[in-house]
């Protein structure tokens, strides 16, 4: 005998696998016991990867890393209460950067909400537009004795579609999908009865419904390849030969190809790209490094204004991004069903937005001395980042260098989207390899410990080598909890990179930054919180150490990597306003050189 809440968890779950999940991560709970027991029991079989933490926004985004990276769904499932509400970060984070999770939440039954029961909130519709697609699923009081298997069938049925609605795909009423959407997370809330655990005499293969159970997984992906079988100038007309491409952050699994086809695009075009650190293409053969310090140079630009620009993926770190859309005299943006939930377009000057990237023209106008001046520009930006490098040993800005220059090309980094992925942004140089990520979709530095855990055990699952993440201290703080987990879980080979300026050191750019704001602004913004980071992670019963100087980074990260497990070097860079001086004094070295190169 199978009593009804079991029952419909294990419809739920069984069909979750079905369809392609692959990785359950679980926040303890009594409501939810239902789905708990059930996928342990799966998890036991060998049908899915449990994953099981005692924080709900830390559960929440280590399947965002894991969603991220291996391109597949992955459930979420916690408990009634302000469980659900501490989903939200990790939610709004996969909605704007078109991740596929599956939020399975555990409620109590609808008679016993509304009227004061202990840990119920109203979680229907609690997500809002946040979700693809949402519905409040229920255990039957008792079974039907003349279709005990109808709550299974409809928890299958709705399950099918809340997976097509995750992978991008707008369900329609007749059960078939079209109308192709943004990836995203979707929302299941189930509503339990007592009894809560399975029955003892409970056996998997009488469940109601269990004549589909145990079905082999059928692989689940985006419907559309965001690609087009159009040459650009049968959209645009002609295409002019001074363009560029502009690629911000793209992912690295759910896009398979897509990369390839942007540096095939430019190559033919002749037109030079620049990218941003997580747009993964630092190695395509018309890619600039140092993009952004060119983008800098006024001088430069003003006499290499494109005629055209052509933007793929989430971009918009650094001002003179924004200053490329303005000169331009024309933008065009590339909407990708798993990049973001919008089209980007921040500044609002796209001209036309085309569904997919387009092939290049059969005959195009190339201008080789186009790319050739860009290419020169970003020699001379290396020249001068070089040069502010060798007298800077001990800054932040010398540490990011140094991990992303020892990095092996197999490795996987996530980069903070606050200081450190800026100073990236200034630093590398073009390299082979190495995969970058970064939470863009909503640019926040909450849960980043933990998703750097979940894409390092996607990474490393699809055969992969060492991950990194590179961080700031007020970012590891901020989801130390991250870092807790049981004996039984499972632990990738990541290493965590903490700079350590002891605040909030991006504000020292900006204009709170200001010598008139100096009274106001260490406790507004500097937020100095004097934690002695290494004793934050051995409390976790994570191996830690402090380094200080580029030499230090690199020999402690590269015996870090060769240990493996999960390890964190603290970099002591103490200086908040003097990196950010380095930094504008770096930019304004680089445009000095670049202008100097296209005179």
Same mark, same amino acid.
């Given at each position: 005998m199978v009593n009804p809440s079991t029952a419909l968890a294990r419809a739920i779950l069984d069909e979750l696998v079905h369809q392609g999940v692959h990785d359950v991560v679980l926040a303890p709970g009594s409501r939810s016991a239902p789905l708990a027991f059930e996928a342990l029991r799966l998890a036991r079989l060998g049908r899915v990867r449990l994953h099981v933490r005692v924080d709900e926004r830390s559960a929440g985004f280590l399947a965002l890393g894991l969603a991220k990276m291996s391109g597949d769904p992955v459930a979420v499932v916690c408990t009634s209460g302000t469980a659900v509400a501490n989903l939200m =970060? /990790? #939610? #709004?984070? %996969?909605?704007? +950067?078109?991740?596929?999770?599956?939020?399975? *939440?555990?409620?109590?039954? &609808?008679?016993?909400?509304?009227?004061? /029961?202990?840990? *119920?909130?109203?979680?229907?519709?609690?997500?809002?537009?946040? #979700? @693809?697609? %949402?519905?409040? $699923?229920?255990? /039957?009081?008792?079974?039907?004795?003349?279709?005990?298997?109808? =709550?299974? @069938? %409809?928890?299958?049925?709705?399950?099918?579609?809340?997976? *097509? +609605? %995750?992978?991008?795909?707008?369900? @329609?009423?007749?059960? @078939?999908?079209?109308?192709?959407?943004?990836?995203?997370? &979707?929302?299941?809330? #189930?509503?339990?009865? $007592?009894? $809560?655990v399975p029955d003892p005499d409970d056996d998997p293969a009488a469940a109601p419904g269990a004549d589909v159970a145990g079905r082999p997984p059928r692989a689940r992906r985006p419907p559309l390849d965001g690609c087009t079988s159009v040459p650009i100038d049968g959209l645009l007309g002609e295409v002019p030969a001074r363009g560029v491409l502009l690629v911000g952050d793209l992912p690295c699994a759910s896009l398979r190809g897509h990369h390839q086809w942007l540096a095939e695009l430019a190559s033919a075009c002749g037109w030079p790209i620049v990218a941003e650190p997580s747009g993964n293409l630092h190695e395509a053969p018309t890619t600039l490094a140092h993009g952004v310090l060119v983008l800098g140079a006024e001088g430069f630009l003003a006499g290499h204004a494109p005629d055209l620009v052509v933007s793929a993926g989430l971009f918009g770190l650094s001002r003179p991004t924004m200053a490329l859309l303005r000169a331009a005299g024309r933008h065009v943006a590339l909407d990708l069903p798993s990049v973001g939930r919008e089209v980007c377009d921040p500044v609002r000057t796209a001209s036309a937005v085309l569904s997919g990237i387009p092939l290049p023209p059969d005959e195009p106008a190339v201008d080789h001395a186009w790319l050739a001046a860009w290419q020169a520009a970003a020699a001379g930006a290396g020249e001068a980042v070089a040069a502010a490098l060798a007298t800077a040993d001990g800054t932040g800005a010398a540490a990011v260098a140094r991990v992303w220059s020892c990095l092996p090309d197999d490795a996987l980094l996530l980069v903070a989207a606050s200081w450190p992925v800026r100073q990236l942004e200034a630093v590398a140089g073009r390299r082979r390899g190495v995969q970058v990520i970064g939470n863009r979709g909503a640019n926040g530095i909450d849960g980043l410990v933990s998703t750097a855990w979940g894409a390092a055990l996607a990474h490393q699952a699809a055969g992969g080598g060492p991950a990194v993440a590179l961080l700031g201290d007020l970012a590891l703080l901020h989801d130390h909890n991250g870092l807790l987990a049981g004996p039984e879980e499972a632990r990738p080979d990541l290493v965590l990179v903490v700079l350590d300026n002891d605040g909030g050191g991006i504000f020292h750019q900006l204009e709170q930054g200001r010598p008139a704001h100096a009274g106001e602004f260490e406790r507004l913004f500097g937020t100095a919180q004097g934690r002695d980071l290494v004793a934050v992670a051995r409390a976790a019963g994570v191996a830690a150490e402090r380094v200080a100087g580029a030499d230090a980074v690199q020999g402690a990260l590269v015996a870090a990597m060769a240990a493996g497990g999960l390890r964190v070097v603290v970099v002591d860079v103490p200086d908040r306003a003097g990196e950010a001086a380095l930094l504008e004094d770096l930019r304004r070295a680089a445009a000095r050189a670049v202008d100097r190169r296209a005179g």
């Open positions: =970060p /990790a #939610v #709004v984070e %996969a909605s704007y +950067a078109a991740v596929p999770l599956v939020l399975v *939440t555990a409620d109590r039954p &609808v008679e016993a909400r509304g009227v004061g /029961a202990p840990q *119920t909130i109203d979680q229907v519709g609690i997500f809002g537009a946040m #979700v @693809r697609f %949402a519905a409040d $699923l229920g255990a /039957a009081r008792r079974p039907d004795p003349d279709d005990p298997g109808a =709550p299974a @069938r %409809a928890a299958r049925a709705c399950v099918g579609l809340a997976l *097509t +609605a %995750a992978l991008g795909a707008a369900p @329609r009423g007749d059960g @078939r999908s079209g109308g192709a959407r943004h990836a995203g997370p &979707v929302h299941l809330n #189930v509503g339990f009865r $007592l009894p $809560l």
